[in-house]
Nanobody, 122 residues
Framework: QVQLVESGGGLVQSGGSLRLSCAAP????????????VQWYRQPPGKPRESVAS???????EYLHSVQGRFTIARVNDKRTVYLEMNSLTPEDTAVYYC????????????WGQGTQVTVSS
C-alpha cells in the first residue's frame, strides 16, 4: 500500500518544539505535487482524528483553533515534502500525527502517512 513517509515525531517537554516531515512517493512528480492540497491530522489517545492544519494548492492555510499561532504548515514542492512546525507544545498536543494529500483537481487521488507519535510531557 502506497503511503506518505512521515518523520520527526518523538518525546518533548512541555513548551518544546518539534518539526514533522512528510514526503510524497517518487511517482508523484514535482509538477503534479503542486496541485495537491496537503493536511496534517492528529488522533489523541481515546479520541477521534481531527484536522490540525491544511494548506491548499493555492497557498491558503487553515488551523485548528487550539494550535493557531503555535503550529505552522509549510510545503516545499521541489522536494514533494510537507512540514508541520510545532512550537510551545503542551500535553494536550500528545497524539499520533498523520499527513494527508489529495489532488485539488482532475482525477481524485489521495494518500495518507503511516502516522508518527508525538508525546509532550508535563
Amino acid at each position: 500500500q502506497v503511503q506518505l513517509v512521515e518523520s520527526g515525531g518523538g518525546l518533548v517537554q512541555s513548551g518544546g518544539s518539534l518539526r514533522l516531515s512528510c514526503a510524497a512517493p517518487g511517482f508523484i512528480s514535482i509538477a503534479s505535487f503542486t496541485i495537491y492540497n496537503v493536511q496534517w491530522y492528529r488522533q489523541p489517545p481515546g479520541k477521534p482524528r481531527e484536522s490540525v492544519a491544511s494548506l491548499s494548492a493555492a497557498g491558503t492555510a487553515e488551523y485548528l483553533h487550539s494550535v493557531q499561532g503555535r503550529f505552522t504548515i509549510a510545503r516545499v514542492n521541489d522536494k514533494r515534502t510537507v512540514y508541520l512546525e510545532m512550537n510551545s507544545l503542551t500535553p494536550e498536543d500528545t497524539a499520533v500525527y498523520y499527513c494527508h494529500i489529495e489532488r485539488s483537481r482532475g482525477r481524485s487521488y489521495e494518500l495518507w502517512g503511516q502516522g508518527t507519535q508525538v508525546t509532550v510531557s508535563s
